[in-house]
């Protein structure tokens, strides 16, 4: 069956502190991985996506994340974290094909960050 | 300045109320999404418009009924709800129906059933 696990459901870390969030899948086929992120009262907004080729994907706000496919996993980095990434982060793959395709949606890491 | 508007921020309904909410994206995205946010569930995927056109209905109960007047326009409106259906409202938009364009998401309706 497809899935995503998110296997940390709370972090917390320092300000400056570096960060990995933990993402693996379940899926037959090639994955489209993708990551979001929703602050705190706001909605969801795309930090990443990795579709093919370069496995290190660069995102906004200084995110980037790995695809390791022996792995089956997609984690995501920051090498300094700053207060205003505290957030929820939802990990998610894109099922089926072309206009079918939907996301298969992770519960979420909720990050909190020590000043 | 997300792009897509979603109104009202909150809402108190009792289960024998009826009342509406409101997504507007003007993107010029032509796919339009409503999502369920629960805790400890993972995002649910509830209706699906494409060009103004339902695509998609994930089993959803018959009190939700979705309407989509204009390609920039999305409404849900509730009726009879039951207390489970407490949650984070999320409209989303994008370019198509592919997920792999990328949503566009509202900051979302919280409703409060009692």
């Known amino acids: 069956a497809q899935s995503v696990t998110q296997p940390d459901i709370h972090i917390t870390v320092s300000e400056g502190a570096s960060l990995e969030l933990r993402c693996n899948y379940s899926?037959?086929?090639?994955?489209?991985l993708f990551w979001y992120v929703q602050s705190p009262g706001q909605g969801l907004q795309l930090l990443l996506k990795y579709f093919s080729g370069d496995t290190l994907v660069q995102g906004i706000k200084g995110f980037e994340a790995e695809f390791k496919r022996s792995q089956s996993s997609f984690n995501l980095r920051k090498p300094s974290v700053h207060w205003s990434d505290a957030a929820e982060y939802f990990c998610?793959?894109?099922?089926?094909?072309?206009?079918?395709?939907?996301?298969?949606w992770g519960l979420g890491t909720s990050l909190a960050v020590n000043p | 300045e997300t792009g897509v508007t979603q109104t009202p921020r909150h809402l108190v309904m009792g289960m024998t109320n009826k009342k509406s909410l409101k997504c507007e994206q003007h993107l010029g995205h032509n796919a339009m999404y409503w999502y369920k946010q629960s805790a400890k569930k993972p995002l649910e995927l509830m209706f699906v418009?494409?060009?103004?056109?339902?695509?998609e209905n994930n089993s959803v109960p018959s009190r939700f009924s979705p309407e989509c007047p204009n390609s920039s326009h999305l409404f849900l409106h509730l009726h009879t709800l039951q207390p489970e259906d407490s949650a984070l409202y999320l409209c989303?938009?994008?370019?198509?129906?592919?997920?792999?364009?990328?949503?566009?998401f509202g900051s979302g309706t919280r409703l409060t059933v009692v």
């Open positions: 418009y494409s060009l103004e056109e339902r695509v």
């Open positions: 899926y037959g086929a090639t994955p489209y």
């Open positions: 998610a793959v894109g099922a089926g094909a072309g206009n079918n395709r939907k996301l298969i």
């Open positions: 989303a938009s994008s370019r198509g129906t592919d997920s792999n364009y990328g949503y566009t």
